[in-house]
C-alpha cells in the first residue's frame, strides 16, 4: 500500500510570492491534517479536511488556505509569503479522522529568502 | 492548548530505560504517540483512550491517567533504533477535535 506522497520534497520562494503544496493521502483515507513543523515548536496544526469539507482549523493567519478534491488529495497555499513561514510542512492522513492513528507523508521543507 | 512534554532531552545507553512524559490543562478524549528520526517523517506508536488504558508495543508501553490528564511513555531495554524525537498529540473531550502536539523528547541512545 502506498503512503502519503507530498510534493515537491522542497522549495525556495521569496517574499510575498505564493506557494501550494500537494498531498495525495493513502489509498481509501478520507481524513488529511496539515501542519507546520519548525525547530523548537513541535507541530503546530493547520487545518484538517474530510470529504472535501474543512473540519478544523488551527490558528493561522489567512494566508494558509487548503482544500480537498474528491478523490481526497489535498493541497495547501500560502500566500504573500514571509520569512516566518519556513519550515516543513507536513500532511498526515487517516481512514475517518483525527483521533485515528494519523500516517505522515515526508514533507515540504520551505525555505523563504 | 499545546501539551507539555518532559524531559525535552535525554541521553540512555543501550539497555536503560526511559519515561517521556506528556502533561495537559484541558480534559482528553485521546492520546497519541509518535516517534520522529532526524530526516524522516513521523511514526504512528500507539493510542490511548480516556478510561485510563495502558498499552504496549514491543518493549514500548504507555498509559493515560484520565484524572491527571497525564500520559506516559515507557522505553524499556532501549535499543540503539529508539533515538528520535517523540511527540506525544492530545485531543479534547469531543473526540473529533485535531490533534495538538507537544515540542517533543530527544531521546539519543548510545552503545
Known amino acids: 500500500k502506498a503512503g502519503v506522497t507530498q510534493t515537491p520534497r522542497y522549495l525556495i520562494k521569496t517574499r510575498g510570492q505564493q506557494v501550494t503544496l500537494s498531498c495525495s493521502p493513502i489509498?481509501?483515507?478520507?481524513?488529511v491534517s496539515w501542519y507546520q513543523q519548525t525547530p523548537g515548536q513541535g507541530l503546530q496544526f493547520l487545518f484538517e479536511?474530510?470529504?472535501?469539507?474543512?473540519?478544523n482549523k488551527g490558528n493561522f493567519p489567512g494566508r494558509f488556505s487548503g482544500r480537498q478534491f474528491s478523490n481526497s488529495r489535498s493541497e495547501m497555499n500560502v500566500s504573500t509569503l514571509e520569512l516566518g513561514d519556513s519550515a516543513l510542512y507536513l500532511c498526515?492522513?487517516?481512514?475517518?479522522?483525527?483521533?485515528?492513528?494519523?500516517?505522515f507523508g515526508d514533507g515540504t521543507r520551505l525555505s523563504i529568502l | 492548548q499545546q501539551p507539555v512534554q518532559s524531559p525535552q532531552a535525554v541521553i540512555l545507553r543501550e539497555g536503560e530505560d526511559a519515561v517521556i512524559n506528556c502533561s495537559s490543562s484541558?480534559?482528553?478524549?485521546?492520546v497519541h504517540w509518535y516517534r520522529q528520526k532526524h530526516g524522516e517523517a513521523p511514526v504512528f506508536l500507539m493510542i490511548?483512550?480516556?478510561?485510563?488504558e495502558q498499552k504496549g508495543h514491543e518493549k514500548i508501553s504507555a498509559s493515560f491517567n484520565e484524572k491527571k490528564q497525564q500520559s506516559s511513555l515507557y522505553l524499556t531495554a532501549s535499543q540503539l533504533s529508539y533515538s528520535g524525537t517523540y511527540f506525544c498529540?492530545?485531543?479534547?473531550?469531543?473526540?473529533?477535535?485535531?490533534?495538538?502536539f507537544g515540542k517533543g523528547t530527544r531521546l539519543s541512545v548510545i552503545a
Open positions: 498526515a492522513s487517516s481512514p475517518g479522522g483525527p483521533n485515528q492513528p494519523q500516517h
Open positions: 489509498s481509501g483515507h478520507r481524513s
Open positions: 479536511y474530510f470529504s472535501e469539507t474543512q473540519r
Open positions: 484541558k480534559a482528553l478524549y485521546s
Open positions: 490511548l483512550l480516556k478510561g485510563g
Open positions: 498529540g492530545t485531543a479534547g473531550d469531543s473526540g473529533n477535535t485535531p490533534l495538538v
